[in-house]
């Protein structure tokens, strides 16, 4: 028996990296958004360029899934080299489309799912000329094909074909042909709509559809960041590289055109986070994005800046470690290394934006928290929502909010000012004022250093004066849990002995697990973590819960370990539930592994079937 | 270690410059390093040119990496903001700190550790970027502050004070900056305050990467015979190139050398740098053959000290990244935030 659904399966792309195959399937999934369908598509890709199997997987959910499900329904196989596993794959009942052109040895299917054949190469030698066009028009000849299979609104993908040629009637025009041709030979041999089918609906709403980096560089450029210092690494480098194309859109001077920014690729990690502490010690506000192994080598750098107070934004676009690991894929895994990053007695503030549209939030804001903090601030992306379009909630600005620039005073405020000590805490919550160069002719200055000093900026070696420091920054520490983003509670409709911690990208399986879960009768409150150092609530959750799940998505349960580290938690009541091969969390695997646990602790459900 | 607060004495009869501060307005905290260390006598140039060019201290801001070397910030312009960041890399912050302000003076100040052994990439890098700032090495090829171990610029053959012979070829950082586009090249000796000081005043009114290296002996670890950077050697060893003196825009001085060997170089605010040359050969303009001339008397064991290079032409970091005269740090909501109308078009855009 095949498939049958509608508005509710996955089709999985497998191509070979560099064959153009990005914006056909990228053709398919917005058309799907736009007949009112949700979609979450993701890259799946090699680190290497050209000759390799990329896969470009969508998830199209009416009901508004937007996590990784995981398992295949529809195999669209254009990658000989992973044929065998790509098949081996599609779900009992599945689809698969191939090139038809040459036949293959029966030997190559399965039985039990249903298989399409379309001679693409075929098709493409008749009508083109060119190599490179018969192989380019392969891509949307099989998008054509779909349309007819799923019963898409032709209608909406010439739409995005105009809109992506737009003023090049050309292509426009010999796309479109190549659309056709796909459909049109389907509609004409092949049984249509499949049991796999697409209904226009109105699920999408006012959403949008954004890639995480682009989404926090725009946050970038509405908080403010003037100064932007940057060294290449995938999943990272989309977010300067996004954050230089709004500024050319939105921060050149109109009369002058000159830039309102400097954007630097620097000569490395070191060399990033040094412009962007120089620029923020300067008063600019700077920036840099980086992965894994950049954070790794700015250690020494954000030691300084937590130690002389400098206000810095790193975004950590999270990838698989340790060392190179798996740099395309998406782990939650340098939680540790950021939250401690550096040597001596250190502790950062993290944020975990859960989405584009938080990303876009968190992104502008972090430049606040650095400013009223004077402290380093990580923005904590990772590559499935960095580097993946995601259906989200339009990004919103409130215009009456001006930046914070915290507390630094101006020449006339220091003119006014009884008594400057760049490190006291004059009010008690463990933030000093600071003031810029060249403010004030002789008010004000004062040096910044890494060893220790007292109150007034001046070098000591006395203990009680480098205690009396490391002191205050603690309570700078605790003045910081109340001003970064609350976590958020979603209780379940009973009340229950248990409850689960999440945060990042895991949210979107979360949310949906949390659906399977209740079908099967467990009950389970759920709190969504978006920033480090804790608010107070996060201990008193786990205090209203006999057990509480930390889902995330590394080996160590990073997390948790801090949760236990930074609460004083018993950790036996903080249960791991760790997903780490580099793909997406998923609702099954979280709804699955949960369940599970219940059962060894022995909890009864409601009903007695098991989560698969 | 302690940290001394000179005396505010000011006695009424101190000489002022244009803007009515004297001398001792351009001073810092007494320093902490060995007595007669050449470093000390740098710091003593850098306050000589700023007062003779009456710079308001606060316009400056100092910054430097770690080493003996790198703690002198201290010890010059109490009144200016100062940066000691980490071991070697000062000229990323230094960047930095430019690209939010174009509008200061920035003086890096640094060590030939600091500089050509574990910043030797930032060095390179901050140069060829471009950076207006004026860029010190206080080169004694030695690492001073950790006790006398050979750095980068230690000469091959030279002989530690525990007697270890270098093997290892030596950096120049003179060569280096001229070949990765430094646009104003420099070096010195920190004994000779008549040739560094005007240095330091030209290489503050050049826009771009001002590079000088000041031979600076370490008296405690790198001063004694078989050394190349102690005081004896260089003194020996020191071939002139020129003699600079500095003539800003703002004063018309005479200068009375003889046609022929004094050269007038003209500086983007309008200033001027009069050149006596020593060398009749030498072209300050001419960067090919300030490398030919320094690997020439370089391998004749000669250490070559002047004006060695200045760019005709220059454009500094901010030229190429075209940013705006208002420096980054002064903008403000207005200018940086696009508002809520923009917005909406950019969520337009994605649907
Ligand atoms: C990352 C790091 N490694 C090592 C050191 C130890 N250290 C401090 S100063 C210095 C060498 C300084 O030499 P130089 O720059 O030549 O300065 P000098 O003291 O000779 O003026 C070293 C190795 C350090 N501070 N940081
Ligand atoms: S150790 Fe050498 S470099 Fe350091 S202060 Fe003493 S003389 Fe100067
Ligand atoms: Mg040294």
Redesign the pocket.
């Known amino acids: 028996m095949s498939l049958q659904s509608v508005n509710d399966f996955v089709i999985r792309f497998a191509n070979v990296n560099g064959s153009g195959s990005a914006s056909a399937n990228e053709l398919f999934a917005r058309s799907v958004l736009r007949m009112g369908i949700p979609v979450a598509p993701r890259n799946i890709f090699p680190s290497n360029i050209q000759g390799l199997p990329t896969w470009y997987e969508v998830r199209i959910s009416g009901a508004g899934h937007l996590g990784a499900r995981g398992g295949t329904d529809f195999l669209v196989a254009m990658n000989p080299q992973t044929w065998d596993k790509d098949v081996a794959g599609i779900e009992p009942g599945g689809y698969l489309l191939y090139d038809s052109t040459k036949p293959m040895p029966k030997s190559k299917f399965r039985d039990d799912i249903t298989v399409i054949g379309v001679p693409l190469t075929a098709i493409c030698n008749r009508e083109y000329t060119e190599p490179r066009q018969r192989q380019l028009f392969k891509n949307i000849v099989y998008v054509g094909a779909l349309s007819a299979l799923l019963d898409i609104d032709v209608a909406e993908m010439e739409k995005l074909i105009g809109e992506q040629y737009k003023g090049k009637e050309k292509l426009f025009d010999a796309n479109k042909h190549a659309l056709h041709l796909g459909r049109d030979w389907a509609l004409m041999n092949l049984d249509h709509p499949i049991g796999l089918q697409l209904k226009r609906s109105d699920a999408v709403g006012s959403r949008i559809f954004i890639e995480g980096n682009s989404a926090a560089a725009l946050g970038a450029v509405y908080g403010g960041a003037t100064v932007c210092a940057w060294y290449p690494i995938t999943p990272s480098s989309s977010l300067p590289e996004a954050f230089t194309r709004h500024c050319q859109r939105l921060r050149v001077d109109p009369a002058t055109k000159k830039n309102k920014f400097a954007i630097i690729q620097a000569e490395d990690e070191l060399s990033s986070i040094g412009m962007v502490i120089g620029a923020a010690w300067n008063g600019a506000r700077a920036f840099t994005a980086t992965s894994g192994p950049g954070i790794s080598l700015m250690q020494?750098f954000l030691g300084l800046a937590y130690f002389a107070e400098i206000p810095a934004v790193i975004f950590d676009v999270q990838r698989a470690g340790p060392s190179t690991g798996m740099p395309t894929r998406t782990q939650q895994t340098d939680i540790l290394s950021c939250a401690y990053a550096s040597h001596g007695d250190t502790k950062h503030v993290l944020l975990f934006p859960e989405d584009p549209a938080e990303a876009f939030d968190f992104g502008a804001s972090a430049f606040d928290l650095a400013d009223r903090l004077q402290t380093p601030i990580f923005v904590m992306l990772d590559l499935d929502i960095g580097m993946n379009y995601r259906l989200s909630r339009p990004l919103a600005w409130d215009d009456n909010h001006k930046f914070d620039r915290g507390k630094l005073l101006t020449a006339a405020e220091l003119e006014t000012a009884a008594d400057f000590g760049r490190y006291l805490d004059v009010d008690g919550d463990g933030i000093p004022y600071r003031t810029l160069p060249g403010t004030h002719p002789n008010k004000g200055s004062f040096f910044t250093r890494g060893t220790s000093r007292d109150r007034y900026a001046k070098y000591t070696e006395e203990g009680a004066a480098y205690a009396d420091n490391m002191q205050r920054l603690l309570r700078k520490f605790d003045t910081a849990k109340d001003l970064v983003p609350r976590p958020l509670q979603a209780n379940a409709g009973k009340s229950t002995k248990y409850g689960v911690i999440y945060f990042g990208s895991t949210s979107p399986a979360m949310d949906e697990a949390i659906g399977l879960l209740e079908a099967r009768g467990h009950a389970i409150d759920r709190m969504r973590i978006r920033a480090f150092p804790f608010h107070s609530s996060v201990t008193s959750f786990i205090g209203e819960h006999d057990f509480v799940f930390v889902v995330e998505q590394n080996r160590d349960g990073q997390l948790r370990s801090l949760i236990v580290n930074e609460c004083s938690v018993d950790p036996v009541r903080l249960v791991p539930i760790l997903h780490y091969d580099g793909t997406p969390i998923t609702a099954r695997f979280i709804a699955g592994a949960i369940a599970d646990r219940l059962d060894a602790l022995k909890v009864t459900p409601l009903r007695k079937d098991k989560v698969s | 270690m302690t940290y001394v607060i000179k005396p505010k004495f000011r006695h009424p009869e101190l000489p002022k410059n244009k803007i009515g501060f004297t001398h001792r307005d351009y001073e810092g905290a007494v320093s902490t390093l060995c007595a007669g260390c050449g470093?000390d006598s740098i710091s003593a140039a850098i306050i000589e040119a700023c007062f003779e060019l009456s710079i308001p201290p606060h316009r400056v801001a100092k910054l430097s990496?770690?080493?003996?070397?790198?703690k002198t910030p201290t010890y010059f312009l109490g009144s200016s903001h100062g940066f000691n960041s980490?071991?070697?890399r000062m000229p990323s912050v230094l960047t930095g700190a430019n690209l939010a302000n174009r509008d200061l003076i920035y003086l890096g100040v640094?060590?030939?550790?600091?500089?050509a052994?574990?910043g030797f990439g930032q060095f390179a890098h901050a140069i060829r970027r471009g950076v207006d700032m004026v860029y010190i090495v206080?080169n004694?090829g030695?690492?001073?502050?950790?006790k006398g171990?050979f750095?980068a610029t230690a000469d091959p053959g030279s002989k530690s004070k525990r007697g270890v012979v270098n093997t290892d070829s030596a950096i120049d950082l003179v060569g280096i900056a001229l070949q990765i586009g430094a646009t104003f090249v420099g070096r010195s000796f920190s004994g000779d305050k008549a040739q560094l000081t005007p240095l330091i005043k030209a290489a503050i009114e050049h826009r771009g990467a001002a590079f000088i290296d000041v031979i600076s002996p370490?008296v405690a670890f790198n001063n004694h015979v078989g050394s190349t950077k102690s005081f004896d050697y260089v003194r020996e060893h020191n071939d002139v190139v020129n003699k600079l003196d500095f003539v800003t825009g703002r004063a018309t001085i005479e200068i009375d050398y003889a046609p022929g060997s004094v050269e007038v170089v003209q500086q983007h605010d309008g200033s001027t740098l009069a050149l006596r040359k020593l060398d009749a050969e030498y072209d300050v303009h001419d960067r090919v053959a300030a490398m030919s001339f320094l690997q020439h008397h370089s391998a004749k064991g000669q250490i070559v000290t002047g004006l060695l290079y200045v760019a005709a032409e220059s454009e500094d970091m901010h030229g190429h990244l075209n940013t705006v005269a208002t420096p980054l740090n002064g903008l403000g909501d207005q200018e940086l935030c696009p508002g809520s109308a923009a917005l909406e078009k950019f969520n337009a855009s994605l649907r």
Request: aromatic content about 4%; proline content about 0%; some cysteine.
């Open positions: 020494e | 470093h990496g770690i080493g003996c070397s790198s980490v071991h070697g640094s060590g030939d550790g600091d500089s052994s574990i206080e004694n030695v690492y001073g502050l950790t171990q750095s370490c």
